[in-house]
């Protein structure tokens, strides 16, 4: 069977786009809650309140994005218009996001702090929504899925480690915080928003899969849950980035206030990130070699390894302790992230076997919708756990307190992984399953009739896959 290969240039375009998706999240999920209570000086709980309201919008507004993206017909295609629209969007947002407001009464700063996070939570759905639909469309051969989604990953972790070190070496270097917050969201808005345009010129979309417009059904929101693929792949993706919004919340509570290091937090994370993309061709091999659930099943299982390490790190341990613990953890977290990428490539096509139509915008949208959801309460839960541990913002804390944190940071992990690992072991699409997928939709794209012996497993792919 011919194998779909994508050029250079194709990959390289694409992976670029994920700088923001990559970038952006890294600095909100480690400085924004500290820069809400430490900086704009609201209450953890209301902080914690700002994230969860906007993140539930988010969530909401995903698979409508994917519906309208799924629907739009233009000569660029249904997903490359909004990369274009998103340019000076994606600027203006990330902006407001970090402009440190200073109205007197904490209430007007909650209510400004709400709207740009909702405001900034929007353009993001709309740019990043049809970039994660067109993946599968690029190619539909299951081995260059993983390979296009290694280049997506490399500019998203390479966008990562430098989101982590740049920011507060920015911050640092003006006298006040509220002037350095806005110097590093000018230079980083600017970083995430012109790459769009080399993904838009570099990115192709298939002719074959501009369907006729169907009109909107809210029955699609319901449809993907009853495809059995989806929902595991939609449940490993689940616990295991809820895992990366635990940890990346407590770590400068963690490093502040219990290791007492807070100082090389932003290069700690640093090396955890360098890591992952160092570890990128191995579980790149391990996923084409072996198949992506057992290089998801893996990486998950070094992860949950290097978070039962974390309990032999004290504040008297040597910071290369620490360093070394990044690494492991690194190595953990670049498997999940590459290959869970690639696993939800792959989900399009068993959606098509069943409804004989190319859905990527509303499967993508509902695949960050439960996600978000699940985040924005897991998130909302810890700022919640820390205020009533006893958190006291920019003070000597307690030993209660501190205790409470060392089991969040240790043990939340563990338990989301285990949940992530079992649902991991009862993923059904195989590279050999996917391969007789693969041919079964390509002679009925052409209208041609299949085989008595197609037909007997098309029924048995409908059987595993779907349910």
Not at 141 to 160: G, P, Q, V
Not at 435 to 463: G, V
């Amino acid at each position: 069977m011919q194998t779909e290969k994508l050029s250079l240039k194709t990959k390289i375009g694409y992976g670029l786009g994920d700088l923001y998706g990559g970038g952006a999240f890294i600095i909100l999920g480690t400085y924004y809650l500290h820069f809400l209570t430490d900086v704009v000086k609201i209450a953890p709980v209301l902080a914690g309140l700002i994230i969860m309201i906007s993140k539930i919008w988010d969530a909401v507004t995903d698979p409508l994005m994917g519906m309208i993206s799924d629907r739009t017909r233009t000569r660029f295609g249904r997903r490359r218009p909004y990369f274009l629209l998103g340019i000076p969007l994606i600027f203006i947002s990330f902006w407001l996001l970090w402009y440190p407001v200073g109205f007197a009464q904490e209430w007007q700063r909650f209510a400004y702090m709400l709207f740009s996070y909702l405001f900034f939570v929007t353009v993001i759905t709309m740019v990043m929504i049809p970039y994660n639909a067109l993946a599968p469309e690029l190619t539909l051969d299951y081995n260059e899925r993983t390979s296009l989604t290694a280049f997506r990953m490399f500019f998203s972790m390479l966008s990562s480690v430098i989101c982590a070190i740049l920011p507060l070496e920015i911050v640092k270097r003006f006298d006040s915080p509220k002037t350095g917050y806005t110097a590093m969201a000018t230079f980083f808005g600017a970083f995430f928003a012109i790459p769009f345009l080399f993904t838009f010129l570099a990115t192709k979309e298939r002719k074959e899969f501009q369907q006729p417009v169907f009109k909107f059904n809210f029955k699609e929101f319901v449809e993907p849950f009853k495809n059995k693929t989806f929902v595991y792949v939609l449940l490993m993706y689940l616990f295991s980035f809820l895992t990366m919004d635990v940890i990346m919340s407590i770590l400068i509570y963690y490093m502040t206030y219990y290791i007492k290091k807070g100082n090389i937090t932003n290069l700690a994370l640093g090396v955890l990130l360098i890591s992952e993309i160092v570890f990128i061709p191995f579980w790149s091999f391990v996923a084409k070699k072996y198949g992506k659930r057992v290089a998801f099943l893996s990486s998950v299982m070094v992860w949950i390894v290097a978070m039962f390490y974390s309990l032999t790190i004290t504040p008297a341990s040597p910071t290369a302790l620490i360093y070394f613990f990044a690494v492991f953890t690194g190595i953990g977290t670049g498997g999940v992230v590459i290959t869970i990428y690639s696993i939800f490539a792959d989900v399009p096509d068993v959606d098509e076997l069943k409804s004989g139509r190319r859905r990527e915008g509303i499967y993508s949208g509902l695949f960050t919708f439960m996600r978000k959801l699940s985040s924005a309460v897991g998130l909302f839960l810890v700022s919640s756990l820390i205020s009533v541990a006893g958190y006291r913002p920019a003070q000597e804390q307690t030993e209660t307190f501190l205790f409470v944190l060392r089991l969040m940071f240790a043990f939340l992990p563990v338990v989301l992984l285990t949940f992530a690992l079992i649902f991991a072991l009862k993923y059904p699409l195989t590279k050999q399953l996917h391969e007789t997928l693969k041919k079964i939709l390509q002679l009925k794209r052409q209208n041609l009739e299949l085989s008595e012996e197609l037909r007997a497993q098309e029924e048995n792919l409908k059987a595993k896959l779907i349910g």
